[in-house]
């Protein structure tokens, strides 16, 4: 069989990498990475993970007017995981996802709460990213990685996640879900399933931003976790879902698209990790924000356009 080798890299990485660090920090922190990304106004905002010097993660919110520098960090948490009212954020508050509610003009926050039960999704809505409404838990554990879509279809929310069986046999695939009032949730489906063997995405992915509207479809971003003798290596693929019905699956490449390289993404609290929770698309140009080794914030840039073209010459 003839296929295409990619001969480029379609995401670069800004020359200034990372571009948010704890040294930017006003408090002192042990990491920030994994933020959700958004535009509100003129301004980007990052909702950043931080991980305190206990180990627990809240989020910080940082702004900036060209969304790559001078970035304003919030002097105090901006939320903090409140386990008196919501025993299930006990040990932290985890990578947030923002999608704006196109008609409600509300941002939906979906992130991982880490519960005494296990890692499992929680929904909460803001209008400002300073105050913020839990909607409290809306999937058990184990799930993760989880995003809205900013629309409805057929009159019902869709939202992409990743939950992880206790069987031993079973594979990390990332599913679909469907919801007529963004509580109660069902028509759960496989969306992306995890490849196997020898595959940069075998066993286990993940969804990292949130989907983002194309016109030629619903561009996903996700992760693939491949395991090796020395640990674990996060890299992230392309996929591509029907507009009208999401649950389709279009395209998926099948080479990874953006892996650790760097020294920033090969070392840090976990090496060899790069982990966006967040992308803002301008024009034609993509700015996805990821987490880089579990330490700090980057930032890659990418043409839509190339983006979808190289897509369609490495699906599998
Ligand atoms: C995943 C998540 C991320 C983290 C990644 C690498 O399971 O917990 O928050 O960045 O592992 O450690």
């Known amino acids: 069989m003839i296929r295409n080798y990619a001969t480029e890299e379609i995401f670069h990485r800004y020359q200034s990498n990372p571009i948010i660090s704890v040294d930017d920090f006003p408090y002192m922190a042990n990491s920030v990475f994994n ?12 909702l950043m993970r931080v ?3 206990r180990g627990m993660s809240h989020f910080t919110v940082a702004r900036s007017t060209d969304g790559i520098s001078d970035w304003r960090i919030d002097s105090q948490p901006t939320m903090l995981p409140s386990p008196d009212t919501n025993p299930e954020e006990l040990w932290g508050i985890e990578d947030p996802r923002i999608t704006c509610l196109e008609e409600s003009e509300l941002w939906a926050v979906t992130y991982t709460a880490y519960s005494e039960g296990g890692p499992l999704v929680s929904l909460a809505v803001t209008t400002d990213f300073k105050h913020f409404e ?6 058990p554990p184990e799930d993760k990685d989880a995003a809205l879509f900013p629309v409805q279809f057929d009159g019902r929310w869709a939202m992409i996640h990743r939950p992880v069986s206790a069987h031993p046999y079973t594979l990390a695939h990332i599913w679909i879900t469907f919801s007529p009032d963004l509580k109660h949730w069902g028509d759960h489906q496989i969306l ?3 490849r196997r063997g020898g595959w940069w995405d075998a066993n286990k992915v993940g969804l990292s931003p949130p989907p983002l509207r194309t016109t030629e479809g619903w561009l996903i971003l ?6 090796t003798p020395s640990g674990v290596i996060y890299r992230l693929g392309l996929a591509l879902l029907d507009l009208n019905d999401p649950r389709r699956l279009i395209a998926r490449s099948d080479e990874w698209v953006f892996g650790p390289e760097e020294a920033y993404e090969v070392s840090g609290d976990v090496d060899k990790v790069v982990f966006p929770c967040g992308w803002v698309l301008e024009g034609d140009e993509i700015k996805l924000y990821y987490g880089a080794a579990d330490k700090c914030m980057a930032l890659a840039t990418a ?14």
């Open 303 to 316: 043409n839509i356009s190339d983006v979808l073209g190289w897509l369609k010459t490495h699906s599998s």
């Open 35 to 46: 933020a959700g990304a958004t535009k509100v106004g003129d301004e980007t905002i990052l």
């Open 192 to 194: 992306i399933p995890a």
């Open 222 to 227: 996700y992760h693939g976790v491949r395991t």
């Open 51 to 53: 991980e305190d010097r």
């Open 134 to 139: 839990r909607r409290g838990p809306v999937l």
